[in-house]
Structures are given as C-alpha cells and as structure tokens.
C-alpha cells in the first residue's frame, strides 16, 4: 500500500514575537527580537540576565478560569495554539471524525514552574499541602493529554520528549502515524515554558546561556562572538492531515510535509558529535525519505542555538549533506529574534518554514555582526530576504544526542 500523502492545513503559536501566527510572522520578517531582560527570575541571582518571554498572555481567552488553574504555563501556550491551529485549519472536530484526529506535542521539560512551587509548599507546609493537580500539570504529556480533552480529539494521543529536539520529533512522529494510517488528522508540534530558577540555574551551570546583558544582541548564530543560547518559551503547531482529507474539505493547504529523519549521536549527554556527524545522518535520512535531490532544497531553518560547538557542527553538518550546493543555501536561525523554545523550537520553527514556503520569504539571522571562519555559510544575515521557496529543511537537535530534520515542500 502506498504511504498517504500529509499537508498543513492550519497553524498555531504562542511564542516570544507575537501571541498569534501573524504577529509572529510580521514580527520575524521585521527582524523585531523577543528577546529582554528576564522578569520570572531575580536576574541578580544569575549570570544570565536576559530571556525570551511570552508577554501579555491571556488564558481566559482559550479556557475558563477553573480549567486554566489546572494546567502548568507550557500546557496553556499549547491549547491555545491548538485552538488557533484548529480555527486556521476550519477543522470541525465532531463525532463523524474525533476517533480519526490525534494529537502529538512535545516538550522537553514539562511543567517545571509547577514543580517548583509544589516542591516550595512542600518544604515549607509539609506534604499535605501539595497540590493533587501536581502530578498530571507538571507531566510533559499532558500538554497534549489537554488539547486532547479540549477539542474532543481521541485518536492516537502522544509526546516525544527528547529535550531541544521535542517540537520536531512530534511533528515526525505524527506524520509518520498519517502516513501509515493510524490518523487522518493530527495536531502536532511542541509546547513549553522553562523560564523558572531551577531552569534557569541549571542551564547557567551547564554555561550553556548567554551572558551578555544586552537583549538587542545576546543571541547572535553563527557569529564570531555568540556566547550561549537565550532561554525562550511559547508553543508552536501544526494541522497536518492526508492530502484526501484536506481536498474533500476544501481545506487551504499551506505545504506538504515529505520528509522526517532522525538519529542519535551515541556520543555525550549535552555535546554534539564533532563534526555534527549525528545531525548530518538525519538530514540526509530525510533527503531520502522525501526522495528528492540535494540541489532542490533552497532553505534550511537551522537549529543555530548561538552555542559555540551547535553553530561550529551545525555548519559541519550542512556542508558534509550538500557539498558544493552547501554555500547556494540559505542558512537562517530564526531563534537570534525568539530564543530557544527548547522542546517547542521545532514547532515554532516548522510554524516559520511553512509560512517560508507558502510566501517565498526567508526570515535573517539577526545580531549577525562579525563572521566566524568556521561558519561560513550564507545565514541571511540581518534582513529577510524575497526569493523563491520551493523546499525547507528544517533542523532541531537535543541534549542526549537527539537529531532531528523535517522537510517541507510546496504543494503541487
């Protein structure tokens, strides 16, 4: 049998730019970063100082009160972009189609301001005080366990939970179930909400975020000076759903989803394998799967964290995959304006691909100032750029050695 063909057909976002998919698009092609000075931590206490924060949020505008309390921050970006997703979709979700509409949202920490409060009332009042929502908000799964309620969805309900490559690995994974037929439709993409002391503590041990005080130019990919990524938060998804599906309903089709690879690097908890040996066997496991050739892929949102050894492989990477045709790419990392979503980077970033292809726009890499020898692609640099986009590789990889890539391609 053959596998069935998957589209997008709606888009959803909660992130740093914008509260909705427009905003954020506006926002990324005007080259405006999210990027300021951390207000959910005391930055006195950090050498951090800065974040990509979601701002004005309102959950009441997806859910009541009494159903907001229950969910952990990074549970409530994600129904609100599944919402958003669904209405941009025109997807009725009823009894003639809920067993066949699944969902698949990732995130890589889950629920960790709520651990942390719970753990706070724990020590300070004892266990009887912790909440019995403790459980199922902090959960990684239950972004997806909620959206599932929410909207009625009850087909195949799932989370890959492989730290910065979460988003992506979703997406992967629920097109994969499409295509073997095990969902018509699925809502998938990434959620998450780290921004909390331990969070932040743990990665400033780690001295994987940016010390630079300056919001305007603490995430820099690719540049000569970046320093470390700058923690973000929001959620990105997707509707994908069988091309049959989309053309009975008349549904608009933003793009085709035709290629997923993955791989690990067996290699070191936090590192990348040198040479990003890891990260080129997915892309090129997704070349394959999409059945297409090198040459055809015009643009690749890069994971470009603006971490010395990501940017360095990265690079490595991209070049080993496409050879000569490495330096006719366009190379951009859309995180030196969102920050690094962690587990929803590969969602907002799928979010920002297809809207790459659907209006032949590639977003910059902002902040990118001085080169760096070992990075020596184009990277669109500081200003969107106008050209045809026909395929989009777009690439998310994790602590614990995850790789992952996507490619997308405008449909025919």
């Not at 994987?208 to 938060?233: C, Q």
């Not at 892929?297 to 603006?306: E, I, K, L, P, Q």
Request: glycine fraction near 10%; include cysteine.
């Amino acid at each position: 049998m053959s596998e069935r063909r998957v589209v997008v057909t709606g888009l959803g976002a909660v992130t740093p730019v914008g509260n909705n998919v427009e905003t954020m698009w506006e926002n990324i092609l005007a080259g405006k970063s999210g990027i300021g000075l951390v207000t959910r931590v005391n930055r006195d206490d950090f050498p951090a100082k800065v974040a990509a924060e979601v701002k004005d949020f309102d959950v009441l505008e997806y859910v009541d009160k009494k159903e907001a309390r229950k969910m952990d921050l990074f549970t409530q970006y994600a129904v609100a972009a599944a919402k958003m997703a669904v209405a941009d979709a025109k997807l009725t979700i009823d009894d003639s189609n809920r067993d066949d509409v699944g969902v698949w949202i990732g995130s890589g920490i889950g629920g960790m301001q709520t651990w942390e409060d719970q753990h706070t009332k724990f020590l300070e009042k004892g266990p009887r005080r912790v909440s019995p929502f403790f459980v199922p908000m902090m959960i990684p799964d239950m972004a997806a366990g909620q959206v599932s309620i929410q909207l009625g969805a009850r087909g195949i309900n799932s989370c890959s939970t492989t730290a910065c490559a979460s988003g992506a690995n979703s997406i992967g994974d629920a097109f994969r179930a499409i295509q073997r037929g095990d969902a018509a439709y699925m809502i998938a993409g990434g959620a998450e909400a780290p921004i909390s002391n331990m969070a932040f503590a743990g990665f400033t041990s780690a001295k994987a975020l940016s010390t630079n005080e300056d919001p305007s130019k603490a995430s820099r990919p690719f540049d000569k000076n970046r320093d470390g990524f700058v923690m973000g938060e929001g959620s990105g998804l997707l509707i994908l759903e069988t091309l049959e599906t989309a053309l009975e309903r008349g549904a608009h089709i933003y793009g085709e989803i035709v290629g997923y690879g993955a791989t690990g690097d067996a290699y070191h908890i936090t590192a990348p394998a040198e040479g990003g040996e890891g990260a080129a066997r997915a892309m090129q496991k997704a070349i394959d799967d999409a059945g297409i050739a090198h040459d055809e892929v015009d643009y690749v949102n890069a994971h470009g964290t603006s971490t010395d050894l990501n940017d360095k492989y990265e690079t490595m990477a991209i070049k080993t995959v496409f050879g000569d045709h490495a330096h006719q790419l366009a190379v951009s990392s859309t995180k030196s304006m969102t920050g690094h979503l962690l587990g929803a980077a590969g969602g907002i970033e799928a979010v920002i691909a297809v809207k790459s292809i659907k209006y032949n726009i590639i977003p910059a890499t902002t902040n990118y100032e001085t080169p760096d020898p070992e990075c020596d692609l184009d990277y669109v640099p500081n200003e969107a750029r106008k050209q045809e986009v026909n395929v989009v590789m777009s690439n998310s990889l994790g602590f614990g050695g995850h790789n992952v890539a996507l490619i997308f391609k405008k449909y025919e």
